[in-house]
């Protein structure tokens, strides 16, 4: 019995192991004409005949084999074709740094070249030089070698998260604008949290949760991260510091957690605002009567000539239209130092583009990859318009207002992703792109666009994945105990020391070596 | 006429109200799935406010749901076909006695049920076969499931060897013997053994997504994941999205998918508890 066991045992291995030894043929088009495979996000994967696709081929000589990956699990189902050795020429790594460290430590990405890029991607170069004029030699590096293209934040991450208020609840209680400063602010949210803005005679209503915070921690000049809130590092004289050890944190952890003492923030605090993938809920059922939740694209009213659906204002219209109605939008506070600030996404997103290592040996199949990018992408709002529609006159057209829109009333990114559309072949989205002159009036107004507090590190920490975990959940502990008043005040000042010493001082190390200032 | 007790009052109300419970998750379900977009659905209720099918028009609009249908229904009946006829074909020599080598061959078959290349290699292998975006791909690497094939084979060894020897006896040959005496004493444990082939090629969607390229060859649970993760969280660039009510569509598609099984089920029910029972206490 012994014996045909262990017989079974080695000829099991032998004949798994074979199996899995097959060698995969790979097929090579010498064509003039390119075959480039391609990745992307998908609302709905590609059919075969896809009419969109086919159309920009014809109009750019060129085949693109787009592969259908479900986007949810992007990263499992790329790495697994990248584990068979089968990579596309471009390559989508929705997880930033982390992803592309992955890829160019797997010998997967080739080298780019800032020259190459300028030559055969002029609209593309000419964007990005505009936003930052030293690109190339920041973002997408590894070791000082560029090897990925970010996505640039829609309209240039110029706005920053919502400030908005209650309007019902205000009026109700008797202020007609928005605070300005720390201390009208704080009088606002007592208000909020002990004058019963909701009217039902019960003591049911905070004045703001977790991420309504960010504008008290803005007042005192830095913004601490959280688990889901991605702000870290702070440009101050020439140095990166870590938000959430600063001591101006120390006072605003002082006036958090006298707020908390007092009823005036959510208790819930601590599992957040959201639920699920569900944003802004507690603001939304009328928990909390201010929020920095949401971007100005989820709560912008309806204004002429935008036609998406802003997602939260119309959450909360579903359940109280008159609220809807009445939001009002504020600035962040000014603090006593007179600084202020809300967060705001860096102007570049977590996705990036690698290329193929493949492309290095073929430099003229490079160059083409890199038109095509920007021939789709980046030359004109109207070639984005007839990857991202169809045809002109037939599937879209301009509006009054000179901005391209779906001709078919029931023009869906799903069914259009079918026929090649939407986001398949536009990878990237242009700042051609354009929004209506009253959103543009709105945002003005409103000042979205001062005030706003980013994440100065733009580089990868090598260190990073050592650390971070462990230090953002004592991070995480520390702000949370203090808060809530487990902790003293004094104890930010363990906390900062701990912080340094388990890890915190390489990962500063690391973000102010190799010119990242 | 028999006396109702109050015991037996007590008993029934006490019955009725668990089968309650247990049908109110799928009548919430079907509540949900029916109702008007617009309500908010943050709270329970017994009946609709606004009764509307536009979460199932919307579910059925944004995928091919009637490609996805039929590619899992060629999928499921090509499994349930190919698992019947490899299982038993195995089990039936492996429940006998006098087969030559028998432990190698039981030992090599049970090895894999404990170890397996992995997702990677599996990948390899199916692509290096030619599977790769074929409806082999997801019926093949399932045709022979171990743990049900044990079950089968120990229900076969619980049928009396006289049986066959008397059919011997009759002039039948070994082939003969399984169809005709084996098989037909073994009608619930088939049952047991579709029925659970069924469920699994039903429900099944990982697969596909590895193996699976083109989207006019994807299975239904594949198209109903997008569907539902799709109306949760947003396009590429948040700023262009629809307006639906995601708990309306995720009812709705529940309501779609799970619908045949529902039908189904009740059918085989019985013979799959006999046939699981049946396999078991012999084991």
Redesign the interface.
């Known amino acids: 019995?012994k014996r045909?066991?262990a017989?079974?045992?080695i000829?099991?291995v032998a004949v798994?192991v074979l199996?899995?030894c097959?060698?995969?043929p790979t097929a090579s088009n010498q064509d003039e004409r390119y075959t480039i495979s391609w990745t992307a996000?998908q609302?709905?994967?590609?059919?075969?005949d896809a009419r969109i696709k086919k159309m920009i081929e014809d109009k750019l000589n060129v085949n693109i084999d787009i592969?259908?990956i479900?986007p949810?699990?992007f990263e499992e189902?790329l790495n697994?074709?990248l584990?068979?050795g089968e990579v596309p020429d471009v390559i989508r790594i929705p997880q930033g740094y982390a992803g592309l460290n992955n890829i160019v430590a797997q010998g997967l990405a080739a080298k780019l070249d800032e020259d190459m890029i300028k030559k055969h991607a002029p609209n593309l170069y000419q964007e990005y030089m505009e936003c930052d004029n030293n690109f190339f030699k920041k973002y997408g590096l590894i070791d000082g070698d560029l090897y990925g293209i970010p996505l640039l934040q829609?309209i240039r991450g110029k706005y920053h998260q919502a400030v908005v208020y209650r309007g019902d609840w205000m009026k109700k209680l008797g202020f007609d604008k928005t605070p300005e400063t720390l201390q009208e602010f704080e009088e606002v949210m007592y208000a909020f949290a002990k004058g019963d803005p909701d009217g039902n005679g019960k003591n049911d209503t905070y004045g703001l949760s977790n991420i309504g915070m960010d504008v008290v921690y803005g007042a005192f000049g830095y913004l601490p991260g959280s688990k889901d809130r991605e702000i870290k590092w702070k440009n101050k004289d020439g140095q990166l510091v870590y938000n959430a050890i600063q001591p101006e944190m120390k006072d605003a952890l002082r006036v958090l957690a006298k707020w908390y003492a007092d009823g005036v923030i959510d208790p819930e605090f601590v599992t957040g605002e959201k639920v699920?993938?569900q944003m802004a809920v507690s603001f939304i059922?009328g928990r909390i009567g201010f929020t920095c939740e949401g971007?100005w694209?989820?709560w912008v009213p309806e204004l002429p000539g935008r036609k998406?659906?802003a997602?939260l204002r119309?959450g909360l219209e579903?359940?109280d239209k008159n609220a809807a109605d009445s939001l009002m939008f504020g600035v962040p506070p000014v603090g006593p130092a007179g600084k202020s600030g809300a967060l705001q996404e860096k102007l570049v997103t977590d996705?990036m583009y690698a290329f193929s290592v493949d492309l290095k040996a073929d430099a003229k199949k490079m160059e083409k990859v890199f038109s095509v990018i920007d021939k789709i992408c980046f030359e004109s709002y109207e070639g984005a318009l007839e990857a991202w529609f169809g045809e002109k006159g037939v599937d879209w057209d301009y509006d009054e207002l000179g901005i391209g829109d779906s001709l078919d009333d029931?023009w869906?990114?799903?069914?259009a992703s079918?026929l090649g559309g939407?986001?398949q072949l536009v990878i990237f989205?242009s700042n051609k792109w354009k929004e209506p002159p009253a959103v543009m009036e709105w945002l003005k107004k409103y000042k979205w666009d001062e005030n706003g507090i980013t994440d100065d590190l733009y580089m990868y920490l090598p260190s990073s994945p050592k650390y971070k975990v462990d230090l953002q959940k004592l991070e995480d502990d520390a702000y949370i105990s203090i808060i809530t008043g487990k902790k003293p005040i004094d104890y930010f000042d363990t906390f900062v020391s701990q912080w340094r010493k388990e890890g915190g001082d390489i990962l500063t190390q690391e973000a102010n070596r190799g010119g990242n200032n | 006429m028999k006396r109702i007790h109050f015991f037996d009052i007590f008993l029934f109300a006490l019955m009725i109200f668990i089968c309650l419970i247990m049908v109110y998750p799928f009548w919430n379900l079907f509540m949900n799935s029916i109702t008007a977009p617009d309500v908010n659905m943050s709270v329970l209720r017994l009946f609709p406010e606004r009764v509307s099918l536009s979460s199932y028009v919307k579910a059925i609009e944004s995928g091919d749901i009637g490609r996805g249908y039929l590619n899992t229904i060629v999928r499921t009946v090509l499994g349930i076909g190919l698992n019947l006829i490899l299982t038993v074909t195995l089990a039936y020599p492996l429940s006998k006695k006098h087969l030559p080598n028998k432990a190698f061959i039981t030992g090599f078959v049970v090895f894999t049920m404990y170890f397996n290349g992995g997702v990677v290699p599996n990948y390899l292998l199916i692509r290096s076969l030619g599977l790769y975006d074929t409806v082999w791909a997801l019926v093949l690497p399932h045709a022979v499931n171990v743990f049900h094939l044990i079950i089968v084979r120990n229900f076969f060894i619980s049928i009396p060897y006289s049986l066959e020897e008397s059919a011997m006896i009759d002039g039948c040959n070994e082939f003969q013997i399984l169809t005709r005496i084996v098989l037909p004493l073994s009608k619930s444990i088939m049952a047991t053994l579709l029925l659970w082939a069924a469920v699994f090629h039903w429900n099944a969607w990982f697969d596909a997504m590895i193996y699976i390229k083109s989207s006019e060859k994807q299975v239904l649970q594949t198209i109903m994941r997008r569907v539902v993760l799709g109306s949760m969280s947003g396009s590429a660039n948040g700023a262009f999205e629809e307006l639906v009510n995601p708990e309306n569509i995720k009812a709705a598609t529940i309501m779609l998918t799970v619908g045949p099984i529902i039908v189904v089920y009740p059918f085989i029910q019985r013979y799959f508890i006999k046939g699981q029972l049946a396999g078991a206490i012999k084991g």
């Open positions: 019995m045909y066991l017989g079974t045992f000829f099991a798994s199996a899995g097959v060698k995969t996000w609302a709905s994967p590609i059919e075969s592969w259908n479900e949810t699990r189902l697994l074709r584990a068979s829609w699920g993938a059922n971007r694209f989820d998406e659906v997602k119309t579903k359940i996705v029931k869906t990114p799903a069914n079918k939407h986001t989205k």
